[in-house]
């Protein structure tokens, strides 16, 4: 599988749902938008597959017969950074946030406009890969050091496993300490949507916290300004 040449923020994507239909739409889209493309109904042939040939980015349905999505998810961001976009049902909001929080980076709900989860691979590709990033350059704060340029991050000198969500995250609260930033804000500046579900910078934030935070439930570098949003206090204050 090979991606359509020149164009940075196309990539090989495996699809993994077990609807033909879906997966055949979804695979279309995907392709015209200039991906390379292969799909899977099965969750541990998907996984086996992802491990052995990681591809660039992974579009994956929850509801899978054999090994669930979540545990498909769980077993894959334990072992790889591979971007996962999932599909979930629209009334699914716990299966979305249990996503969110063991390393999806994006999700689109059923029923789903196919152009709409063209767009999401398209800019989570480009943010994994660290383009279209304004403002980058070296940011520290203490012993955490990220380099926007490298799309690296580490703290006291051991690298930090950021999915690229977490990345644009942390790179914005550095830009922007002492400011009290909301989560509607959050979404807009770091998702790039004006509009969505603002439980996704939540569970972002705390999983940012685990691996930035010397005790996570008492932050103090990335605080709660309880009613607003988050601050960001760096340690060097």
Request: glycine share 10%; hydrophobic share 45%.
């Amino acid at each position: 599988m090979t991606a359509a040449s020149g164009d940075a923020a196309a990539g090989r994507v495996l699809v993994v749902d077990d609807d033909p239909t879906v997966a055949e739409v979804v695979a279309r889209y995907l392709t015209r938008d200039g991906h390379a493309v292969e799909c899977l109904a099965d969750g541990r042939r998907a996984l086996a597959r992802a491990l052995a040939d990681p591809p660039d980015l992974v579009v994956l349905d929850l509801m899978l017969p054999g090994l669930g999505g979540l545990e498909v998810c769980r077993r894959l961001r334990a072992a790889s950074a591979v971007p996962i976009v999932m599909l979930t049902a629209l009334g699914a909001e716990t299966d979305r946030l249990a996503g969110l929080e063991i390393g999806a980076d994006d999700y689109v709900t059923k029923p789903f406009s196919p152009r709409e989860l063209a767009l999401r691979v398209r800019s989570v590709l480009r943010r994994a890969r660290g383009g279209v990033r304004p403002g980058g350059g070296r940011l520290r704060d203490g012993g955490l050091v990220l380099d926007a340029g490298a799309h690296e991050a580490a703290l006291d000198g051991v690298p930090l496993a950021l999915t690229a969500r977490e990345f644009d995250l942390l790179a914005h609260l550095l830009r922007h300490p002492r400011r009290v930033l909301t989560r509607e804000e959050l979404l807009e500046r770091v998702w790039g949507w004006s509009f969505g579900d603002t439980s996704t910078v939540t569970v972002h934030v705390r999983r940012l916290r685990e691996k930035i935070e010397a005790d996570p439930a008492a932050p103090r570098r990335l605080v709660t300004v309880w009613g607003v949003g988050y601050r960001y206090e760096p340690a060097d204050a």
